[in-house]
């Protein structure tokens, strides 16, 4: 495995704070600011996202990092259902509900090939 300075230089994470800044975009409008819960929830879901990556990274070893990754990756479909919730509220169009679910995805898909990766890796980070 290649090595890693440092988390902010994990695509993954790099690929979860543009989700998470594009949720925050998202959620930043007026059909947004009456609905707190969902508004919150979903930031806060997005922001568990790359918090998840760094601690996990930043814990001793892979299977800490490994569990850190697993939640990461629950949170993305955390936020793609409140995504989904958001969309049949109107609160988003089609393309920007589109945009997003297949980011929100892709992220996730990233996540399950990096946990897949170090699974299979021998050493220890």
């Known amino acids: 495995m290649a090595t890693i300075g440092n988390f902010e230089d994990l695509d993954v994470w790099k690929a979860s704070m ?16 009456k609905d707190f819960g969902l508004k919150d929830q979903i930031r806060r879901a997005s922001v568990s996202v ?6 996990g990274y930043e814990r001793d070893g892979k299977n ?6 697993a939640i990461a990756k629950g949170s993305c479909g955390e936020v793609r259902t409140q995504l989904r919730i958001a969309f049949n509220l109107d609160y988003l169009s089609e393309n920007e509900y589109n945009i997003i679910n297949e980011k929100c995805a892709t992220t996730s898909k990233q996540l399950a090939g990096f946990i897949k990766y170090l699974k299979s890796y021998k050493g220890n980070k």
């Open 50 to 55: 790359p918090s998840n990556v760094s601690e």
């Open 64 to 69: 800490q990092f490994l569990y850190f990754l």
């Open 18 to 33: 543009d989700l998470c800044t594009e949720i925050y975009r998202l959620t930043n409008t007026e059909k947004f600011s």
